[in-house]
Each structure stands twice: as C-alpha cells, then as structure tokens.
C-alpha cells in the first residue's frame, strides 16, 4: 500500500514554518524528540521511543563456524524488520528501500565500526565461534527509523549477555545462567547515528524529522559518531548540493547529540543494573504507567488558595451577577452610511466613546512609531555588551548556584553592559571542554565571549598521568584559542583539595601544583590570564563540606570574589584601551568648523610671542615663508 502523500498546502505551510525557525511540534531546529529507553525482562531485549517513534531490538546468539576469511572471529548479523503495524506503506515480506537502507547503515555504522569485540567471541578457532544476531522491529514510524533503530541496537548490544562455555578438547559444553553467570559482550565504543534533513537546497537544516518532514525535504545526511568524536560511517541522499562548512557544522552537531544519547543509554543500563541487583521489579511491564481511569467520577479535592484569590473571585461573580440583573444595551456607532463590515479592518467602536477612541489611538501610534533617535541608542547599547563565559565541573556549579542565593548570578554586572553564561556540568572533565564549548554555539545560541574562564581539571588529576595531562590541556587551549580568536582567555587554578580520590594529598597537591604551573606559564605566553587562589587553603577547614571535595558557602564566596576581581581588571583594561583610542582621535582630527582662515600675514609676524619679541633662531629665508594664519570660531 502506498503512503499517502502531503497535499501543496500541508507543504507550504512546513517550509514558511522553517523559515521562520518554527517546527510543528514546537521544537527548535537542532532538538530531538524525548528519548525513551527500557529494557525487557530478558536480556538484550530493548525498546527505544523517540517521539512517536518506536522501536524494538532483541539481540540472540548460537554457535556456528566461522567464516573462512575470519577463522577467529565471531560473527554480526543485523536484520530489520519493516511490518505494515509501524505504517500501511510497509508490505509483508518485501523489503521496501527504506528497509534497505536502515540495514545497510546499521552493518556500516555497528559491524564495520569494530564496536563489538568479535575475537571475544571465539571459541575454537576455525570451528566454532558466536554468532550475534540483532532483530530490529519498527513498531510504530513517525519520522528518523534510523536514529531510533541505532540506539536501540547498540543498547540492546551493551544489555545482552551469552552464556558461559567450557572446552573439554573439541567438545563445547555451554553452561545455563544458574550453573553460570552469562558473560556480557565486550562493546569497545557506542555509534549513534544522527540524522539531518535539509530544505530549499540546504538553505534550512533540522535534527530528527518527523514523517511530514521527511517528505518535505530535499535531502538527509546521516552521520555515525561515538562519543570520541571518531566518524564510525556518512551518508548524503537526495537532490541536493551541501558545501564544505554545512558538513563540519552538522558534524559539531552530531558530537553535542552523540554525546548526549551515550550518557542516556549508560544511565539506562546503569539503572536496569541496580534494579536486578536489589531484586526491584523491571521490565517493560514495570515502565508503563499503570494509572487509569475506572469510574466517572471523581472526589472533591480541596485547593489552599490565598485571600486574595477569593477576594477576586468573589468580586467577579458580583460583577457577573450585575450584569445579569442590569441588562445594559451599548450603543452601536455606524461609520458611515451604507458602510458595513465584519472581521478585521477598522476600529472597534461598540461602546467606546470618541475621547476614548481618540487617546487609544494616539497610544498605538506612539507605540508602533518610536522615535529614531531612541532606537539608534538601543542598538548601541546591545552592541556595546560584554559577553562572559564561565565553564567548569561541580566547583562552578556549586558558585553559581551560591550567586543566585546571592542574587549576583550576573556578578553584580549591569545586564545592559556585561552578560555572564554559566556552562557547568558536574563531573565533568577536562576531555569534555571542546564538546561543551562547541554546543553553547551551535544548540544554546550562545554569543561568542569576551572572555572566557575555564575552571576544569581537578577530576582528572587523579585518573591521568601528569604529563599527558598538561600536554593534552594545552593543546586544548590552543584550539580554543584558534576557535574564539578574539577573546581573552582566563584559567582558574585548580583549587586545592582535603581528599584527593584514589591519592594521598601529598600526591595529589604535589600533581595539582605542577598542573597549576605549567599550564598557568602556557597561558600567559599566549596572551591569557590566571587567576589564583591563594586564599583557599586546604589547611582551613571551615571552606569544606564534609567530603573534603567541595567546598561551602564561605569557601564559594572566596571564589566568586577571585573571579570578579580578575573579570573587574579585564574589563576595565579594555574599557580604558577604548577611551585612550578615543582621545587619540580627538587630538588628531580637526574640523573647519573649528578653525577659519581669516587673512594673511608673513610668517614673520606669526613667530612673535606673547610680548611682541622676536626668538631666537636660524635665518629663514622669505622666499619660503607662508602667509596664513588661523583663527578659532567663536
């Protein structure tokens, strides 16, 4: 059966919304549908919702010989099914285009990705080995099959767990889950794919289309990320033509969203983990709401509601009631003789007198029409607004979340003059900077900083080598350099610590102290700036909570102060760069308004002080005096 088309309308009405940056659902261009995943009560059993949009993958295995080329490697298999129960256009048995297409994506994206560790799956080489079959059916399509099949296969994948087997010289003996416990596979990355349609000839770009999008668009790219920011497959389809920058911004695109899903689908598995563990219900049973309605009735509830509220309440049923009693006519004004009209195009003139009419008027004009001057003046103002970026882990969080108890989130600043963008994310570390960066631009629509404070680091001390850590944060702040240009970077000393996590705090100040140092000595040579903290000391124990990690009110307060102290001397150089420039300009350029040529006298004349006498110096020769003088307006 043939999917039924979209008329022209349904069309033009997509395409004027994309112009003007509106979806039907209400999303913004670059946002994915809610994300749903569960998982079954067998293992390897998953169900993704992505919108309307559901999907079920269940992942099998057997033993059986390996293939020729491979003699130590298991074997990957993937099939799709398309049932018409996801949509009339699917048929029975025939694999449809899109079917094709989904299959051969997944292979690319899962199999020749090397996520899953094949030789893990060997079990006698050249005899037998494990053969992992992974079913996707699509039980409902509205839109993007392929992101959704993507995160359900890899979640089923990371979900399942084969069976134990013991070799007793060419005899496989395969062990039940209560003799044994099943071993998981061994997942090296997790590919997501992303998808991208594009409209007007790439004029206009949308992450996960819906069905009616889908058929309104030109072309899609599909593109297969890890977390890593490694490219696992691309796909371009369509008629279309896509320059260089659209597939480096749609690939910046898909790091932020890759980033995302991975950290869903692990706090799924992490979930179902813990809720087999302390023996709680799961399943798909157990995440469906089981809230509903059995009766037609429904008991009164009792609603706290102020005096104020009652007051106003009350006064309208007064009013209601008085216009009930007093039926009152309004007075119909007509226009114009033989004039009549309904809907839009005049002014409503039932019971309005024409003072009223007349002053409402003026109000709306003067509203519509505002003054040239203060609209240039506005514009200045937004245009001269600074713009700052403060970036780290659960440090930043906890002082940002200290201004807004001091109602200083924007750190005292006049919103007109200096904005401040807090990007915190706790526990994050230092690999996660760029990523973090890149989607303020590209999802938050932040506007590029002035200046940028990055406060990170302080989770990697314990997990990294020295070296490599300094080595990789300084070749993140040259990318960060190349990327913000213009700005003035600002590092924030790591702070110190009462408990390192898996160090002693001899170690772990001594490795925080070189960090400080080199990467505080690279900061400078470029052109940044550091911002110490010599007055939070690990010695002082009232700046800590009990963890000895973060630190409390009076701590935070120090640091706020640290970092609008730096943030005061930056703005405050550059606003004196602007004056200096300024005046610069004022002392060179002269207007005609201000000086008057009024008449001529040799040069001679001109020499004479203030007294009439002549100065000393060389001869000049007349032949080569000028005859002009100037004179101030008055």
């Known amino acids: 059966m043939r999917d039924t088309p979209l008329s022209a309308c349904e069309k033009n009405f997509i395409i004027k919304a994309l112009g003007d940056r509106k979806r039907l659902d209400g999303r913004q261009p670059y946002d994915y549908r809610k994300v ?24 099998s295995c057997e033993i059986t010989s390996p293939r020729a080329v491979r003699p130590s490697d298991g074997v990957l298999f993937i099939n799709v099914e398309l049932s018409p129960m996801a949509s009339p256009a699917f048929e029975v048995g025939r694999m449809s285009d899109l079917g094709v297409e989904i299959n051969r994506l997944l292979e690319r994206c899962l199999r020749e990705s090397r996520c ?3 030789e893990s799956l060997c079990i006698i080489s050249g005899e037998k080995v494990w053969q992992i079959r992974v079913d996707v059916n699509v039980m409902n399509h509205d839109g993007n099959i392929i992101d959704c099949s993507s995160m359900a296969a890899i979640a089923a994948l990371a979900h399942f767990r084969r069976p134990d087997v013991t070799v007793d010289g060419s005899e496989v003996i395969v062990h039940p889950s209560d003799e044994k416990d099943p071993i998981p596979l061994s997942v090296h990355h997790m590919p997501i794919c992303v998808t991208f349609s594009f409209y007007e000839q790439g004029k206009y770009l949308l992450v996960d289309p819906t069905d009616k999008e889908e058929k309104v668009m030109d072309g899609k790219m599909v593109i297969g990320m890890n977390k890593h920011r490694e490219i696992c497959t691309l796909q371009v389809s369509g008629e279309m033509l896509l320059m260089k920058d659209q597939v480096l911004r749609c690939s910046n695109i898909a790091v932020v969203k890759v980033t995302e899903i991975t950290e869903l689908i692990q706090r799924a598995l992490e979930n179902d983990r813990q809720a087999r563990l302390n023996g709680k219900k799961f399943g798909f049973a157990e995440s469906e709401p089981t809230e509903s309605i059995l009766t ?4 009164p509830e009792e ?5 104020t509220q009652m007051d106003e309440d009350s006064e309208e049923e007064k009013g209601m009631n008085g216009d009930l009693k007093t039926e009152r006519k309004s007075k119909v004004k007509i226009l114009d003789k033989g004039v009549g009209m309904i809907g839009e195009g005049g002014a409503s003139t039932w019971g309005v007198e024409d003072n009223e009419m007349t002053e409402e008027l003026q109000k709306e004009a003067k509203v519509t029409q505002p003054d040239h001057k203060e609209v240039t003046h506005t514009t200045d103002c937004q245009s001269a607004v600074s713009t700052v970026w403060i970036v780290g882990s659960s440090i930043v969080y906890w002082a940002e979340t200290r201004a807004k108890v001091r109602k200083m989130q924007n750190l005292l600043y006049d919103p007109k003059e200096v904005r401040v963008y807090w990007d915190e994310v706790r526990g994050m570390k230092w690999d996660a900077l760029m990523i973090n960066l890149q989607r303020d631009l590209a999802v938050y629509d932040f506007p590029e900083p002035d200046v940028l404070i990055i406060h990170l680091g302080s989770n990697d001390v314990a997990s990294w080598n020295t070296d490599e850590l300094i080595s990789r944060m300084k070749a993140d702040i040259q990318k960060v350099r190349e990327m913000f240009p213009l700005t003035q970077l600002v590092f924030s000393e790591i702070l110190t610590r009462r408990v390192w996590r898996g160090l002693s705090l001899e170690c772990g100040e001594a490795k925080r102290q070189r960090i400080n140092q080199e990467v505080g000595q690279y900061v400078t040579e470029i052109g940044g700036v550091v911002v110490p903290h010599e007055n939070i000391l690990h010695q002082n124990v009232t700046l800590y909570i009990k963890d000895g990690v973060h630190m409390n009110d009076f701590g935070n307060d120090i640091l706020l102060d640290d970092i609008m102290n730096c943030l005061s001397s930056i703005l405050a150089e550059s606003t004196n760069d602007t004056e200096d420039s300024m005046e610069t300009e004022d002392e060179v350029i002269l207007s005609s308004i201000d000086l008057d040529i009024c008449y001529t006298l040799p040069l001679s004349e001109v020499n004479k002080d203030i007294e009439g006498n002549y100065p000393q110096q060389k ?10 003088e100037f ?3 008055e």
């Open 296 to 299: 037609n009735q429904q008991e």
């Open 631 to 633: 004179k101030t307006s």
């Open 303 to 307: 609603i706290q509601a102020t005096e």
């Open 619 to 628: 001869e000049i020769n007349n032949d080569d005096d000028f005859e002009i």
């Open 36 to 59: 749903k995943i569960t998982f079954g009560a067998d293992r390897g059993c998953c169900k993704v919702n992505l919108g309307q949009t559901q999907v079920l993958a269940q992942v």
């Open 116 to 118: 899953l560790d094949t």
